[in-house]
């Protein structure tokens, strides 16, 4: 059984920085995608970024240059490092992963961006 936990989510004010963090458990061989996104109520489930097995990295326009993603394959773990947030940032971030054609998810991290 795959599983996805997400930690590091919170409250912080504009312009500051959060770190993101999913830890994957569970049998699996390989990881191809991993993956972060993000939804508000009533919204659809966005990509905010996303890193492949080789290291390829792609970003949704809104967050480039404040976000970053990465990945340690040992451990089975992907990061979000959130800079210079803004209130739009505010959302339930949710950390996937693709593994043998299959796309996993976790329970999701609440990300608040206020003043």
């Known amino acids: 059984q795959v599983q996805l936990v997400e930690s590091g989510g919170g409250l912080v004010q504009p312009g500051g920085s959060l770190r993101l963090s999913c830890v994957v458990s569970?049998?699996?061989?390989?990881?191809?995608?991993m993956d972060w996104y993000r939804q508000n109520p009533g919204k659809q489930r966005d990509l905010v970024a996303v890193?492949?097995?080789?290291?390829?990295?792609n970003y949704a326009d809104s967050v480039k240059g404040r976000f970053t993603i990465s990945r340690d394959n040992a451990k089975k773990m992907v990061h979000l490092q959130m800079n210079n947030l803004k209130p739009e940032d505010t959302a339930v971030y949710y950390c996937?992963?693709?593994?043998?054609?299959?796309?996993?998810w976790g329970q999701g991290t609440q990300v608040t961006v206020s003043s």
């Open positions: 996937s992963i693709v593994t043998n054609g299959r796309r996993y």
């Open positions: 890193i492949n097995s080789g290291g390829t990295i």
């Open positions: 569970g049998s699996i061989f390989s990881i191809n995608t």
